[in-house]
């Protein structure tokens, strides 16, 4: 089943995030299989503010769980996380409903 995670750091983020990068990619690398979209979203200077991320697992306790081992997570960096459903209507540049 596929979650939208939407992460909105912390006012002042952007060192903590900068810090932690390698080890939120080093996780992210474990769950690849499980990553269907993910990156940063950026402020008006495009400067990363928050990440989005839709992942395919088995359902919301697992998204959850993704979610909440993030390193990002670990050092407080997010002011709200909110996982939700997600269903694809476009993918790879088709239409998949």
């Known amino acids: 089943m596929l979650f939208a995670i939407i992460c909105t750091d912390r006012p002042g ?3 903590t995030r900068k810090a932690t990068r390698e080890r ?3 996780y ?3 769950w690849k299989q499980h990553i269907v979209h993910g990156g ?10 928050g990440s989005l991320l839709v992942v395919d697992v088995a359902d919301r306790a697992a998204a959850e769980g993704f979610a909440a081992e993030d390193p ?3 050092v407080d960096l ?3 996380v909110v996982i939700r459903p997600f269903r694809s209507v476009f993918r790879d540049c088709m239409r998949v409903e």
């Open 78 to 80: 997010f002011e709200s």
């Open 40 to 49: 940063p979203l950026l402020d008006a200077e495009n400067r990363p503010c």
């Open 13 to 15: 983020g952007l060192e």
């Open 28 to 30: 992210l690398e474990q």
């Open 72 to 74: 990002y997570a670990h």
């Open 24 to 26: 939120h990619l080093a």
